[in-house]
């Protein structure tokens, strides 16, 4: 199943049901797996079970194209699911997408630098040849944090918003490490679409809304 998921870059799968242990599916599993073998305890944050109710889906690249690799999960209905994760990390710091120190991966990708795009991502670039257009602020007074673009995501999305998601979503890092070396052999350390204190490295973290009822579990390395 891994060497499908590579072959074709990225992959979605949506599942419904009542409270299971979604760590058993085939496909979930082996993606886990994998990017545990990039680096051990690196998936430890990703939910092994949903409530009743709910649903899930998950999309992985592991090949690499834009020079990153990374597992998303999202859950909606998920309420509950929401309520715990406020619990079990009330000591971490939380972020808006408006906040001075936020960096989104590949968030300054020009139109030359990749072969493809998707059709979304195209029209974006008819007044600006930027694919995302925004820049980073240099008015953060602590570290930066980066998170994922979720350009490919199905819910509580926003494609105007710099990041994908909608203004409501909320994101704990719970892990980040940047630098000059990439993390995988799959990704090109002499290519990065970031600024140059954080030209490579990795993120893990959560974003939620209350408002929509939806969780996303993320890894990223670029």
Same mark, same amino acid.
């Given at each position: ?82 309520? %715990? ?53 240099? %008015? ?29 979503? %909320? ?52």
């Amino acid at each position: 199943m891994i060497k499908r998921i590579i072959i074709f870059c990225i992959i979605s799968f949506k599942l419904f049901g009542c409270k299971e242990n979604i760590i058993n599916n085939k496909g979930y599993n082996e993606s886990i797996s994998y990017f545990e073998g990039i680096k051990g305890g690196i998936t430890s944050h990703f939910p092994k079970e949903i409530e009743f109710g709910s649903s899930y889906f998950y999309t992985i690249d592991s090949l690499g194209y834009y020079n990153t690799q990374e597992i998303n999960i999202t859950i909606t209905k998920a309420e509950k699911e929401i309520e %715990k994760l406020k619990k079990l990390y009330k000591k971490e710091q939380v972020y808006t997408i408006d906040n001075n120190c936020i960096i989104v991966v590949n968030d300054f990708i020009k139109k030359d630098d990749i072969p493809f795009m998707p059709d979304e991502e195209v029209l974006l670039l008819e007044s600006n040849d930027k694919i995302y257009m925004t820049t980073y602020s240099n %008015k953060c007074t602590k570290s930066y944090k980066v998170i994922p673009n979720f350009w490919n995501n199905f819910y509580g999305i926003d494609r105007a918003a710099k990041n994908g998601l909608n203004q409501s979503f %909320k994101y704990i890092i719970l892990a980040q490490e940047g630098g000059e070396g990439v993390y995988s052999p799959k990704l090109n350390s002499k290519i990065s679409f970031m600024p140059s204190f954080a030209k490579h490295g990795y993120s893990k973290g959560i974003a939620y809304s209350d408002k929509d009822k939806i969780v996303i579990y993320w890894l990223i390395f670029w």
